[in-house]
Nanobody, 121 residues
Framework: QVQLVESGGGSVQAGGSLRVSCAAS????????MSWYRQAPGKQRELVAS???????NYADSVKGRFTISRDSGKRTVYLQMNSLKPEDTAVYYC???????????????WGQGTQVTVSS
């Protein structure tokens, strides 16, 4: 089965940087979108960044200019480079793929397990 495995989370001081990654355990026939979401305590999960076919990117206003989403050439791994981190960036970060395994398959949402990012003042 396909699983998304996240890594790279941790604790940093404000102004620091982290890069989180999300790797698919199996091959995917087609990927419509690769995204990063985050959820802070007491808040709803929010879209942070997305990468679509053609490598178009979109970012939440709160992270524009600081975060960069990218993927490897095989579209099996998506990255989120986080610079100039702020305490308000503290959250559990989740990767998300919209993909299908086969041409006849259904489009399916895949979620990573989440990785904690903590930014201290």
């Amino acid at each position: 089965q396909v699983q998304l495995v996240e890594s790279g989370g941790g604790s940093v001081q404000a102004g620091g940087s982290l890069r989180v990654s999300c790797a698919a355990s199996g091959s995917l026939f087609s990927i419509a979108a690769m995204s990063w979401y985050r959820q802070a305590p007491g808040k709803q999960r929010e879209l942070v960044a997305s990468l679509t076919a053609g490598d178009s990117t979109n970012y939440a206003d709160s992270v524009k200019g600081r975060f960069t989403i990218s993927r490897d050439s095989g579209k099996r791994t998506v990255y989120l480079q986080m610079n100039s981190l702020k305490p308000e960036d503290t959250a559990v970060y989740y990767c998300f793929y919209s993909a299908k395994l086969y041409p006849v398959g259904k489009w399916t949402d895949y979620w990573g397990q989440g990785t904690q990012v903590t930014v201290s003042s």
